[in-house]
């Protein structure tokens, strides 16, 4: 895994239309989330985690950049990439990329691991935090992706 994990292809629903006539906001993180799920099974952190061990993540703050619009039917693909872990959070970076290879958007999130009889804030059990070294050890040689901690601001 010395690239970004790509999710599956999906496809932009009519109902993710707004008024406007491309992609209602809202649905940017509905493709985001789908595709950290597909992440979170390869490190562990799938439904069954949380229903066998007690354990699950919540996302502390997402930031999301729009550069494209998208429209009914557009063909997407998205990246996750592991900026940086702890043993407790984890920093990800995302693409959200159309199938011509045009950037759509990107997301930037913290995420928390947690106990769940908390629900507090907890280490990773340890064959997950086995999988987060791993998985950061794979991607060691990408670079710190340009659009990655950015600020919002109006700039003056």
């Known amino acids: 895994m010395s690239a970004p994990f790509m999710s599956s292809v999906m496809t932009v629903k009519p109902e993710w239309i707004d ?3 491309h992609m209602n906001m809202a649905y940017y993180n509905v493709l985001f989330d789908t595709c950290a799920d597909e992440a979170y099974e390869l490190l562990g952190l799938g439904p069954d985690y ?4 007690g354990f699950t993540t919540y996302t502390a703050e997402f930031h999301i950049c729009y550069m494209r619009e998208l429209h009914e039917g557009d ?9 940086d872990h702890s043993d407790k959070s984890f920093h990800t ?23 769940m009889s908390g629900p507090k804030v907890a280490p990773f059990l340890p064959d997950v935090a086995e999988k987060f070294a791993a998985m950061a050890a794979a991607q060691a040689d990408l670079p710190r992706p340009e659009r990655a ?3 919002i601001g109006i700039r003056r």
Do not use: C
Not at 75 to 83: D, E, I
């Open 19 to 21: 008024y406007n006539g």
């Open 50 to 53: 949380a229903r066998t061990k």
């Open 75 to 83: 063909r997407v693909r998205v990246s996750f990439q592991l900026v």
């Open 93 to 115: 970076y995302q693409e959200l990329h159309h199938e011509d290879g045009w950037l759509a958007a990107t997301g930037e999130a913290l995420g928390l691991h947690i106990d």
């Open 149 to 151: 901690g950015r600020s």
